[in-house]
């Protein structure tokens, strides 16, 4: 803000120099520099007012918008919450199950494996390479670039997907 107040500082300062430059080479309008300057000042003042009124409203509306995402930024995080207290009561009955329903519910749920969230594109590279595919191999049979394959199995690499 004091940047736009500078440069229209600025701008007006070299306007009114220019006018008084222009208004001491006329003669023929009659108008003292006195007039001049008082014309230009009030000009000056106006734009300032128009300016501030600018800033005014985008500050407002700056405002209004960061109360939208602070408001959805909490409820967000509040599902969020819920669904964490969702999850932990499923695992809680999972491990309140009988044996041969656990070994069910840890196919289902492998809790050894870290949470996977991958684009469409990248999904199959995970299972392909646990086969033993190269990633140049799996880059040919997905139909996208070893560069993007070898980025994703990395990525697994580093978040414990793969050992």
Same mark, same amino acid.
């Given at each position: 803000m004091t940047t736009v107040w500078l440069a229209g500082l600025t701008v007006g300062l070299l306007l009114l120099a220019l006018w008084m430059i222009q208004v001491g080479r006329r003669t023929v309008e009659g108008n003292t520099a006195e007039e001049a300057l $008082?014309?230009? &000042?009030q000009e000056f003042d106006q734009e300032n007012k128009e300016l501030l009124r600018s800033?005014? +409203? !985008?500050?407002r509306a700056h405002d209004i918008e960061m109360t939208g995402m602070k408001a959805e930024l909490a409820s967000v995080l509040e599902k969020i919450h &819920? !669904? +964490?207290g969702q999850q932990e009561e499923l695992i809680q009955k999972l491990a309140? @199950? *009988?044996?041969?329903?656990? #070994? +069910? $519910?840890d196919r289902l749920m492998p809790s050894a494996q870290p949470m996977l969230y991958l684009k469409e594109d990248y999904r199959e590279v *995970? $299972? !392909?390479?646990?086969e033993g595919m190269s990633p140049h191999e799996i880059a040919r049979k997905l139909g996208i #670039?070893? #560069?993007?394959v070898a980025m994703v199995i990395q990525m697994l690499k580093k @978040? #414990? /997907? /793969?050992s």
């Amino acid at each position: 803000m004091t940047t736009v107040w500078l440069a229209g500082l600025t701008v007006g300062l070299l306007l009114l120099a220019l006018w008084m430059i222009q208004v001491g080479r006329r003669t023929v309008e009659g108008n003292t520099a006195e007039e001049a300057l $008082a014309t230009v &000042m009030q000009e000056f003042d106006q734009e300032n007012k128009e300016l501030l009124r600018s800033i005014t +409203q !985008l500050k407002r509306a700056h405002d209004i918008e960061m109360t939208g995402m602070k408001a959805e930024l909490a409820s967000v995080l509040e599902k969020i919450h &819920m !669904l +964490q207290g969702q999850q932990e009561e499923l695992i809680q009955k999972l491990a309140n @199950q *009988p044996a041969h329903v656990t #070994g +069910q $519910a840890d196919r289902l749920m492998p809790s050894a494996q870290p949470m996977l969230y991958l684009k469409e594109d990248y999904r199959e590279v *995970p $299972a !392909l390479y646990e086969e033993g595919m190269s990633p140049h191999e799996i880059a040919r049979k997905l139909g996208i #670039g070893d #560069g993007e394959v070898a980025m994703v199995i990395q990525m697994l690499k580093k @978040q #414990g /997907f /793969f050992s």
